[in-house]
Structures are given as C-alpha cells and as structure tokens.
T-cell receptor, first 117, second 113 residues
Framework: EAGVAQSPRYKIIEKRQSVAFWCNPISGHATLYWYQQILGQGPKLLIQ????????DSQLPKDRFSAERLKGVDSTLKIQPAKLEDSAVYLC???????????????FGSGTQLSVL | LAKTTQPISMDSYEGQEVNITCSHNNIATNDYITWYQQFPSQGPRFIIQGYKTKVTNEVASLFIPADRKSSTLSLPRVSLSDTAVYYCLVAYPAEGSQGNLIFGKGTKLSVKP
C-alpha cells in the first residue's frame, strides 16, 4: 500500500516569496491534515479536511497561509508571503475516517523542509 | 498549548527495557492514548494505541492505569535503531469541534551501544 506522498522534499526561499507544498494521501482516506513542525517541537495542526471541506483551521495563519483540497483527494498548502519564522517541516497526514470519531491512527508523509532566508 | 507532559530526553543502552511515561490530566472519556515514533527527516509513525489497562504488540507495550491520567510506553530490549523521538498523543475535548490533536515536544530517546 502506497503511503502519503509529499513534494517537494526540500525548499529554500527568501522572505516575502511564495511557496506551495503538495500532498497525496493514502488512497481512500477521507481526512487529510497539514501539520507544521518547527525544529525541536512536536507537530502542530494547521488545518484538517474532511473530503474537500475544512473541519478545523483554527491554527492556520490565514493572512499568509492557504490550503485547498479540490476533489477531496490531493491537497496544496501555500504560504504567501513567507516569513523567517515559517522555516519548518510541513507534514501531511491522512486517516480513513475522522480521528476524533474513530480514534484512528494518523499516517504521515515524510514532509517538506522549508527554509526561509 | 500541549496538554501532555513527557520527559524531554532519556538515555539507554542496547538490550535494556525503556519506559517512557506521559501525563494527560484532561483526557476525554472516549479518547484513546496513542504513541508515535519519529526518526529524523521522517514523519511520525504509529507505534501503539490503548484505552485502558495494558496493550501489547510486536513493538511495544502500553500501560494505562485506571484513572487514565497517565500512560507508560514500554520498549523491550531496545537497539540502536530505536533512537528516535517518541510522542504521546491524546485528543482533548473542545466545544463545538471534534477536539484538538495536540503533540507535545516528545521524548528524545538515545540508545547507546
């Protein structure tokens, strides 16, 4: 079974530039999550999709971050404009059903490491 | 703000048993406790999940007391490849939502030869 795919693996940009990350969840997984992981910290949930609808985006900095999941499969996370403090690993995860309801385990991709200079 | 508390780091030697304890005082009645393992440059990976008492799989054991306010991940006979960060994860209740998944800073386990 293929895992969660993410690209690119690494990205280096200058502050105020824009960047986009792509995620393809495990086939059939309805719920998709984007996490931000700053060095030395645990992953922090940015946004959760159920199919193509947003379930929770309370911690997404909406003035600069946006995410979409058109057609309920692939997802894209965008940052525009980037700040130095956005340097982190951006992880995508998926579950078959909503975690809260079924306590299912999260399947993570390897992440995109973003460096903002 | 993380609602779980774990030791920041632990050291062990190959072949020893390692126990990592997590405190979670405000766990919801229906929530499970889940542990994840993360190697450098990889996403976290599920290790084990439990609700109460004891759960064992091919990788680890999870001990949960009756009050469920803490849990202990037990790794038997660790090897160098068990060097990683271990996260304890529970979902905390939040009004009007499905609850928040909160990762703490995790426990960095270093296994030495």
């Amino acid at each position: 079974e293929a895992g969660v795919a993410q690209s690119p693996r690494y990205k280096i940009i200058e502050k105020r530039q824009s960047v986009a990350f792509w995620c393809n969840p495990i086939s059939g997984h309805a719920t998709l999550y984007w996490y931000q992981q700053i060095l030395g910290q645990g992953p922090k949930l940015l946004i959760q999709f159920q199919n193509n609808g947003v379930v929770d985006d309370s911690q997404l900095p909406k003035d600069r971050f946006s995410a979409e999941r058109l057609k309920g499969v692939d997802s894209t996370l965008k940052i525009q404009p980037a700040k130095l403090e956005d340097s982190a690993v951006y992880l995508c995860a998926s579950t078959l059903s909503p975690y809260r309801e079924y306590n299912e385990k999260l399947f993570f991709g390897s992440g995109t490491q973003l460096s903002v200079l | 703000l993380a609602k779980t508390t774990q030791p920041i780091s632990m050291d062990s030697y190959e072949g020893q048993e390692v126990n990592i304890t997590c405190s979670h005082n405000n766990i919801a009645t229906n929530d499970y406790i889940t542990w994840y393992q993360q190697f450098p440059s990889q996403g976290p990976r599920f290790i084990i999940q439990g609700y109460k008492t004891k759960v064992t799989n091919e990788v680890a054991s999870l001990f949960i007391p009756a009050d469920r306010k803490s849990s202990t991940l037990s790794l038997p006979r660790v090897s160098l490849s068990d060097t990683a960060v271990y996260y304890c994860l529970v979902a905390y209740p939040a009004e009007g939502s499905q609850g928040n998944l909160i990762f703490g800073k995790g426990t960095k386990l270093s296994v030495k030869p």
